[in-house]
């Protein structure tokens, strides 16, 4: 009885420190908090005390922190000990494993890009491909740091994935299993090379530890070659540091201009990210390509550029990823990462979508300028393209060759030439999305019209009265 009463009174201890730890103003409500939590003592109880089997108290509350966080965002997370010490080294320049960019969309554990080189870019995982099972583990209600966890090891090792691609009618369908062998590379971030009519080209991958560095040096080399015009191709961009974003934006852009903000239910959350000096490339012609791979870093620089009017952008509109986490350590090892605030970009335009909340899907990302709808297939050959430069310890860079059609490139192309007005490529983007749901619109009509002539009930032969004789 001593033991039952040591034990309910440790959880009313642990339940009211998780209270008072995570939520400082809950007892604003008190009432009504107070009544819930002693149902949540109650459901405790009644589990230790008669479960089929027998149970651990501190597995069941650890459950519960981790739902009660795991209700919040996609983002907000309570650590294990073993997750709060990896999350230390999640923005290195370097990586192990499979190479994937990862994030979770819909409740699904969804590939953002995989990095190039890696054994998942070479075994075709493609973006938007959602990873199912992993090792025959469901990823169902499984948090994205969990997930990752499982496809990490030692090099060498192999990890068995279950993937399902989007289809052309919108449905999924799960491909064949792969088995990828785990490995370290380095992938390059940032490729250069200069088009026609002197317009340097940039992409870049992702924001590592030696993204700008990476940049500033491609920058130089374009420059030397007469460079008189940019496009900066952030489409897959997954994002990665936020000094890396507020860098790159100080190199367009002029003195005391506003690149970024972030904004919470405190005032202390409040944050600036402003220029403080002269751009060294202020004045150069620039577009920006994005697209619904780009997303965190790569949309806090096209969101300062494109309301700064200092570039245009053009593309699909980007991810919305864009909140501020904040990690704090707690008793025994373990830490709480949780959204704090969210991101702005200089004229109050949230980044972030809600992808929880349906009714709220035109919200948030990075809508272009200058629209322009790719066919899917096209736009992965075009990305499997730009994305063969690898640099692997030992060996030399691979250097792409670029023959596939890039729709996107090409508007981009002809507005720095001066042979596309923004007025004239949003015009034709209009007509070319009016077009599109127009013939969406009749296909639908046009199938339904066939299904009902396939449904429609036949008229029954009549029958013919017997014969009869003339007299």
Known sequence: MKDKKL?????????????????PYAY?????????????????EYVKENYVESTDSDKLINGAIKGVVGELDDFSQYLEPKDYKEL??????????LGIRLQMVDGYVTVMSPMPGT?????????????????DRDLKDMKLDEAVDLMRGEVGTKVKLTLSRKAEN?????????????????????????????????YVVDFSGHTIEAVNKALKELKKQGM???VLDLRFNPGGLLTGAVDMAKLFMGDKQMIVYTQGRKKEFYQEFKTNAKAPYADIPMVVLVNQGSASASEIVSGALQDNKRAVIAGQRSFGKASVQQVLPLSGGAGLRLTIAKYYTPAGRLIQRNYRDKSKADEG??????????????????FMQYNRVVYTPGQKAQLPEMTEKDPVLDKAVLYLTGKLTLEQAQKEAAEAKAAKEAAKTKKAASKKETQGKKSAPKAAPQKQAPAQDKK
């Open 228 to 230: 008189q015009s940019l």
């Open 119 to 135: 054994p998942a870019f070479k075994a075709g995982v493609m973006p938007g491909d959602r990873i199912i099972f992993v090792d």
């Open 88 to 97: 230390k080294n999640e923005t290195r320049g370097d990586f192990g494993g």
């Open 7 to 23: 034990n309910t009174w440790a959880v009313v201890a642990a339940v009211m420190f998780f209270m008072g730890t995570l939520f």
């Open 170 to 202: 919108g449905e999924y369908k799960n491909l064949p299993d792969l088995t990828l062998k785990r490995q370290k590379i380095v992938p390059e971030v940032v490729y250069s090379r200069m088009l026609a009519h002197k317009i340097g080209y940039v």
């Open 365 to 382: 990302g990075i809508f272009p300028d200058i629209e322009v709808e790719v066919d899917p297939e096209q736009e992965i050959k075009v």
């Open 28 to 44: 604003a409500s008190a009432d009504g908090g107070l009544r819930k939590i002693r149902t949540f003592i109650d459901v405790l």
